[in-house]
């Protein structure tokens, strides 16, 4: 979504640095096979965040369970 006024864009472009800051220090400072991991907690504490910030909606879960089990045959076969 694009953002029209200054403080939206305050608000992302931070959260931006942050998530960018955090790839290149676990780049920079980790060792082996954490390095290779840089990006992926990147996006972890970007995303906690944007969660601490409450950009975050969680609306579309309230109708959901926790634990579901497939349908494992949403319609029945019909043989004429």
């Known amino acids: 979504m694009y953002c029209t006024t200054e403080p939206q864009m305050q608000e992302k472009d931070s959260i931006g640095v942050v998530t960018l800051a955090c790839c290149l220090l676990v780049h920079i400072f980790a060792k082996s096979y954490w390095k290779q991991l ?38 029945k076969p019909e043989f004429n």
């Open 38 to 75: 840089s990006v992926l907690f990147g996006l972890v504490v970007g995303y906690i965040v944007a969660v601490c910030m409450g950009m975050v909606d969680f609306s579309a879960l309230s109708g959901t369970s926790v634990i579901a089990l497939p349908h494992i045959m949403p319609f």
